[in-house]
């Protein structure tokens, strides 16, 4: 059973959202970059062509296969609609139907000049909606002592 939702699926299939992939470097320093063209696969895993052969992103997530490491993707939507989703990637791909078609939609939208290096394939193992109102919500729930000190006085009129 897929981890992904219909609605985080037409969030990260729709060409307005925003989409950001969440790596780190062999010292542990994040790298967050926007990224375009995501799909979701049958099986629930997330597909995204990486363009550029030297890429910091490429890198990080070439170490995060070699050595079992998380990375996080965000689609934020219109009107706060937020999703991150956590996992892992699990393949590399340059030479299957899906990087044809993937390399294919690259030079519809860039021109025949352009190139992808392959397409990244990883596999969700936790999601977690941060949307404003929903991660307000959890915090009164779980957290209902952690308010700043001021937060009942705003409550109350100003007096002059």
């Known amino acids: 059973m897929s981890l992904l939702t219909a609605q985080i699926i037409a969030l ?59 990375v996080a993707v965000t689609v934020f939507g219109k009107e706060g609609a937020a999703f991150q989703i956590k996992g892992k990637p699990v393949r590399f791909d340059f030479t299957s139907p899906l990087y044809k078609r993937f390399y294919q939609a690259a030079r519809e939208s860039y021109g025949k000049d352009s190139d992808i290096t392959g397409v990244w394939l990883i596999a969700p193992e936790e999601v977690r909606n941060e949307a404003f109102e929903v991660r307000k919500a959890e915090e009164e729930r779980t957290h209902p ?16």
């Not at 308010?147 to 109350?156: T, V």
């Open 12 to 70: 990260l299939e729709d060409p307005e959202a925003v989409k950001v992939v969440a790596t780190t470097d062999e010292q542990g320093r994040p790298h967050v970059v926007r990224r375009e063209g995501f799909t979701v696969l049958d099986d629930g895993s997330l597909a995204y062509a990486e363009g550029l052969e030297s890429s910091q992103t490429k890198s990080n997530l070439l170490r995060a296969l070699w050595y079992d490491r998380y």
């Open 145 to 160: 002592y952690f308010r700043h000190l001021d937060r009942e006085s705003l409550k109350r009129p100003l007096s002059t």
